[in-house]
């Protein structure tokens, strides 16, 4: 409910070079329980308007220095002043210089001789309209800082809904890979151990025939000619071992998707930043590995001593996903434009540092890259949603964005990103242990 501006002291400041007007108004609005300023002058009712602030001004047409209707425009030019209602008061009767008034900004116009009823009448109603009018703006700006809280409520829900989805798909992807692959890795990993086996007592054989037959049938000289016994009997047991080293590698990488992807979302669980950096690298080691035109990313890492922390280690993992592969993105689209010698030359590089705080009780963890760097504009909306400098079906811009909210919202941290255009990029991200 809007309060009655009678209910309330009102001040209305009284214009006029003439003290009988003045006097006349002065005990119209004090009979109303209002407070009356006064100003015999343009100049000095405009620098009372300004430190006073009236509710309105009753201002006069005709007076020595600026006129009314040059105070009315210095007013209203004034952000200070500008919203003050301004009646004008006139002993002229030509209807043109009281539109000119009303098209300067005045509300309304009062004519000399004043009639008492008319003036309080018309008073009553300006004050009453500001105060509705003061009372909407408010509750504008309340209803507008209500309407942005909830947007932001909305993106926020809406990322966690994004961020739990794709983790759910991506946990339920890995646990069918999983699955799928250790059954096949586990029959060749532990049928391999039988072939080693065999194979060795197969070549026992063959050499110990050899030593007890040292002259054997023709036939079989011919077929130890052609099947090369001697490289078989060498190459036979490096095979085995690179196919050992090859199940280990599968073992590996499905261990690295597993550590990944742990889908741990609804509660924090002890966990070593370290394995989840090592496991992203591993997930993206065919990007920045040798191939094609592109040089090898050299990945340098200069880990601390750090405790385990009490984290989501699903969640923390995605984020540093979405930071290093942006950072080879970058560097892929930097290779674009220079030769496989230059790009050679230049030795791109992604740092991973972690330290400990032991004194605040957190982890950092720096990703730097010596790629493009990025301009002040970009750098500065890079957390926004839906923000992506990459060409369309190759980025959603929303990467960075839930990295934030996982920092942030979900693990009381801190996410900041330092880069300068030609230099490189830096991510620092601080987690309370």
Not at 250 to 278: K, M, P, W, Y
Not at 291 to 319: A, D, F, M, R, T
Not at 398 to 422: D, E, M, R
Request: hydrophobic share 40%; aromatic share 6%; proline share 5%.
């Amino acid at each position: 409910m809007i309060a009655d501006p009678l209910s309330k002291p009102m001040h209305i400041l009284l214009v006029d070079d003439n003290p009988n007007n003045i006097k006349v108004l002065w005990e119209a609005i004090q009979g109303c329980g209002w407070k009356a300023l006064m100003a015999t002058d343009g100049e000095s009712a405009i620098e009372q308007t300004e430190y006073a602030a009236p509710d309105l001004i009753l201002l006069d047409v005709m007076m020595p220095g600026i006129d009314g209707f040059e105070t009315c425009r210095r007013l209203k030019a004034n952000p200070i002043t500008q919203n003050i209602p301004v009646i004008f008061m006139t002993a002229l009767s030509d209807s043109i210089d009281k539109v000119k008034g009303l098209e300067i900004g005045a509300v309304d116009y009062i004519t000399k001789p004043f009639q008492q009823e008319e003036v309080i009448a018309r008073l009553k109603l300006h004050l009453k309209i500001s105060c509705f009018t003061r009372t909407l703006e408010q509750r504008v700006q309340e209803r507008t800082a209500e309407l942005t809280q909830s947007l932001w409520q909305l993106q926020q829900t809406q990322l966690q809904m994004i961020q739990s989805e794709k983790m759910s798909t991506l946990g339920q992807l890995v646990a069918g890979i999983g699955h799928e692959i250790n059954n096949p890795i586990g029959f060749i990993g532990g049928n391999l151990s039988h072939i080693k086996e065999y194979t060795n007592d197969l070549l026992c054989l063959v050499s110990l025939q050899q030593q007890k037959l040292p002259h054997p049938d023709p036939e079989i000289e011919a077929l130890v000619r052609k099947i090369d016994l001697e490289y078989l009997i060498e190459d036979m047991p490096k095979l085995l071992e690179s196919m050992h080293h090859g199940i280990v590698r599968l073992e590996n990488i499905c261990l690295s998707l597993r550590t990944f992807a742990r889908s741990d979302i609804s509660s924090r669980v002890e966990f070593q930043i370290h394995e989840g950096i090592d496991s992203t690298l591993t997930l993206l080691k065919h990007r920045w590995k040798s191939h094609g035109n592109h040089p090898e990313i050299q990945i340098v890492k200069q880990y601390g001593e750090l405790p385990p922390i009490s984290c989501y280690p699903g969640q923390l993992n995605q984020v540093f996903m979405n930071i290093i592969a942006n950072a080879i993105d970058a560097f892929d689209d930097l290779n674009q434009n220079h030769s496989h010698q230059e790009i050679a030359a230049c030795l791109n590089t992604i740092t991973i540092t972690t330290s400990v705080d032991i004194k605040e009780e957190t982890v950092t963890i720096c990703i730097t890259d010596n790629g493009p760097g990025m301009p002040p504009e970009v750098q500065a909306r890079i957390f926004q949603e839906s923000f992506t400098t990459k060409p369309v079906g190759k980025g959603t811009g929303l990467g960075l964005a839930i990295s934030h909210q996982i920092i942030v919202h979900k693990h009381n941290g801190k996410i900041n990103c330092l880069s300068t255009p030609g230099e490189g990029t830096k991510f620092i991200i601080t987690l309370p242990i």
